[in-house]
């Protein structure tokens, strides 16, 4: 099973940015989908970012034009940079990673807090 683990996540203010990272187990080449999911107070996880192997990216309506997710193949990491941040991107964000966007088989990291102050 592919281990992850997420780094980064802090205390910033509006309008900040930030960068988290997902280490992984084996060599994320051989992974198709690798993906950042975030859970705000009191709403479901909802997809925020995915890259396929091939370069393909998926972003949420709500982060569009803002954060943009990325792999370095060498250091088996992912990357998500976020900018323009605002309060409502307050969350635990989640790396996640299988072979499909939102598959059922994907693996979990144990998340990472993010905090926007406002």
């Known amino acids: 099973q592919v281990q992850l683990v997420e780094s980064g996540g802090g205390l910033v203010q509006p309008g900040g940015s930030l960068r988290l990272s997902c280490a992984t187990s084996?060599?994320?080449?051989?992974?198709?989908?690798m993906a950042w999911y975030r859970q705000a107070p009191g709403k479901q996880r909802e997809l925020v970012a995915a890259?396929?192997?091939?370069?393909?990216?998926i972003y949420g309506d709500s982060v569009k034009g803002r954060f943009t997710i990325s792999r370095d193949n060498a250091k088996n990491t992912m990357y998500l940079q976020m900018t323009s941040l605002k309060g409502e991107d307050t969350a635990v964000y989640y790396c996640?990673?299988?072979?499909?966007?939102?598959?059922?088989?994907?693996?979990w990291g144990q998340g990472i807090e993010v905090t926007v102050s406002s």
């Open positions: 996640n990673a299988g072979p499909l966007v939102g598959g059922p088989f994907n693996s």
């Open positions: 084996t060599s994320i080449f051989t992974i198709n989908v």
């Open positions: 890259l396929t192997s091939g370069g393909r990216t």
